[in-house]
């Protein structure tokens, strides 16, 4: 089979990149089990529900209408392939969602390889670019379960792909301002996509007229916008004003720890999304992308797809820095700059292979996987180097509580067995829901936890730390989860107060 795989890359000219693919997506189905559920997976899925059902005729339009700020383009095909395994527990169908994001993400990991082809002279340059895009870590995390900020990240790459392909065909750009349209559908940021395509429009000598490409192009977007996007059917200009009032001035309240620093949604300062790039990205991510800023600036002219991140980078970083958007939960909600990041490092990377032997490029070609590998283990939150120079408990850690299934995998033990011979559930306590949607993820291993609403009543409290602090019950510590120096779970043991009261 993975030669099969590999002589279809090759007809390609993928080279070793096939082997790179196949072994990555191997590893990212293998691992779609060993997240936790984030609070907002069923709010989602629901989206997808309301969406699905007010298409087939049997919703109303007011079901879809208060979830309109979310699109429903990923959720609703979501929904409807779980009819596959309809009777099937909640856990297969939320591994089957899981699936599709991520063989969605492999499909954009495949699109920045052929982009690269087209960018780069050097074959080399173009695998490494697409490998360093698929090895961060918080990204492969992310990828199985964020159907929101991947998603839409994986959109900008397709538009990213349209419009590479379109420029050297020298036709049909309308696949870029279409994909763009469904982008804004999931976020309103979409249309940060659509003015580099404009750009294009205007600049790339296509068969068409400029006027007319650029009416056109505008006409197209607007209409994949509408067409994919049924909470906004029945008024659409007033739920275009709406939805860029709550991107805006979206009211959250909880807070996020930064620097050490309580900030409350919507009112972070301008440095907020790049001081949490500077802490997340790898160190030579960030080295490499500064090589490649300063790199693109001699070809800008000469690459339409170097004018295109370029563009999307600046606009995007003016908008951040005049107008304070609100922001939350890292710099997620602007992780579509990932694209122009790994892009121009690309620019860097290829000044160092085109001098490099084919040894020397090997290595290089292994550095990021096996990045990837060393931090398998805590992806999903994983810091760089230069956090260090804050103390632990400076910034926020688990926010979405995906660390809670391993959490209530060492709850989930007999409580009693020091006291009684029977085996009796383990009632476990913890802030939030997260104990209720972990518990669906785990199917039958967590059949014996009992989600329970107070402390008092339990025999494991579960405290996550989600906006960087934890709460200190004085009980004793039957487990927790240390990543570079922050604590990001504990179970506190309650057994000893509660053997009589059972």
Not at 21 to 40: E, M, P, Q
Not at 99 to 110: E, K, P, R, W
Not at 320 to 326: N, V
Not at 360 to 383: A, G, Q
Request: hydrophobic content about 50%.
């Amino acid at each position: 089979m993975i030669k099969a795989i590999k002589h279809i890359f090759n007809i390609q000219g993928t080279g070793f990149f096939a082997w790179f693919f196949v072994l990555y997506a191997v590893l990212g189905f293998a691992t779609l089990h060993r997240y936790g559920v984030h609070y907002d997976e069923l709010t989602q899925r629901t989206i997808g529900i309301e969406n699905a059902r007010y298409i087939a005729g049997w919703g109303k339009y007011e079901d879809i209408e208060k979830h309109k700020y979310f699109g429903p383009l990923f959720e609703t095909p979501a929904y409807l392939l779980e009819q596959l395994v309809f009777t099937s527990p909640m856990q297969t169908k939320l591994l089957l969602r899981r699936a599709l994001l991520f063989s969605i993400f492999l499909l954009s990991v495949f699109g920045i390889y052929r982009i690269g082809r087209q960018l780069f002279q050097n074959h080399a340059t173009a695998m490494i670019t697409a490998i360093a895009y698929a090895c961060w870590p918080r990204l492969f995390a992310e990828a199985h379960y964020n159907s929101k900020d991947v998603f839409f990240l994986c959109m900008g790459v397709f538009v990213l792909w349209a419009l590479s392909v379109a420029t050297r065909k020298g036709k049909f750009p309308w696949a870029a301002c279409m994909l763009a349209g469904m982008a804004c559908t999931v976020r309103i940021a979409g249309v940060f996509y659509f003015i580099p395509v404009l750009w294009v429009l205007m600049h790339y000598r296509f068969q068409y007229k400029r006027v007319y490409a650029l009416l056109l192009g505008i006409i197209v977007f607007v209409i994949s916008w509408y067409i994919v996007y049924p909470a906004v059917w029945k008024s659409p200009l007033e739920s275009f004003i709406g939805i860029l009032r709550y991107a805006h001035e979206n009211p959250w309240p909880s807070p996020t720890i930064l620097a050490g620093k309580s900030m409350i949604p919507g009112n972070v300062p301008a440095y907020y999304a790049f001081l949490w790039m500077l802490v997340t990205l790898p160190v030579f991510y960030i080295i490499l992308f500064l090589v490649g800023l300063y790199s693109s600036i001699k070809i800008f002219r000469k690459s339409y797809i170097i004018q295109f991140v370029i563009i999307l980078f600046l606009v995007t970083v003016s908008y951040l820095i005049i107008q304070k958007p609100t922001l939350y939960n890292g710099w997620r909600h602007v992780y579509f700059l990932y694209i122009p990041l790994v892009i121009l490092a690309g620019v860097a990377i290829d000044s160092f292979v085109s001098s490099m032997s084919f040894k020397k490029t090997m290595v290089v070609f292994l550095v990021f996987p096996l990045f990837l590998l060393i931090h398998l283990k805590h992806d999903f939150v994983y810091f760089n180097s230069i956090k260090n120079i804050w103390k632990p408990g400076s910034f926020s850690m688990d926010y979405w509580g995906i660390s809670t299934r391993d959490a209530m995998l060492k709850c989930n033990v007999n409580p009693w067995e020091k006291y009684h011979d029977c085996v009796m559930p383990v009632r476990v306590y913890a802030f939030t829901e997260t104990v209720w949607l972990n518990k669906q993820i785990l199917g039958n291993k967590a059949l014996n936890i009992q989600e329970v609403k107070s402390a008092d009543s339990a025999d494991f409290v579960l405290v996550l730390n989600r906006e960087g602090k934890l709460d200190h019950y004085k009980l004793p510590v039957f487990a927790k989860d240390v990543y570079g120096g922050d604590t990001l779970w504990v179970v506190y043991d309650r057994r000893s107060e509660n053997r009589y009261n059972r």
